[in-house]
């Protein structure tokens, strides 16, 4: 059975960082790419971030968090990272990660075959 599952959100002021947690259970992690997507109220679920099966050396950054979130992946671990840095009010969502049957890096959330339960973030002004 697949399991992906989220740690490491909370409640943090702007400005400050947190760094989720994915690990996943159950599938051939290194394999897969691995993305976080975010879903705050009112809004459609969107793409963070995604990085290449195997070796990571390829990642994908939404606009609206490039040089401010990094994406990084332990195999060894079944563990994908999500540092985020300089967080902004517009970052409260809940964050999931997911993975998908291929090594290569897409932001369609449609091309994913496993989600997490998520985790909440939420940054006060």
């Known amino acids: 059975q697949v399991q992906l599952v989220e740690s490491g959100g909370g409640l943090v002021q702007a400005g400050g960082s947190l760094r989720l947690s994915c690990a996943a259970s159950?599938?051939?992690?290194?394999?897969?790419?691995m993305g976080w997507f975010r879903h705050a109220p009112v809004k459609e679920r969107e793409f963070v971030a995604v990085i290449r099966g195997w070796s990571g050396v390829s990642t994908y950054y939404a606009d609206s968090v490039k040089g401010r979130f990094t994406i990084s992946r332990d195999n060894a671990k079944n563990t994908v990272y999500l540092q985020m840095n300089s967080l902004k009010p517009e970052d409260t969502a809940v964050y999931y990660c997911?993975?998908?049957?291929?090594?290569?890096?897409?932001?369609?959330?449609?091309?994913?075959?496993?989600w997490g339960q998520g985790t909440q973030v939420t940054v006060s002004s």
């Open positions: 997911a993975a998908r049957s291929s090594v290569v890096v897409t932001a369609d959330a449609n091309e994913y075959d496993y």
């Open positions: 159950g599938l051939t992690f290194s394999r897969r790419a």
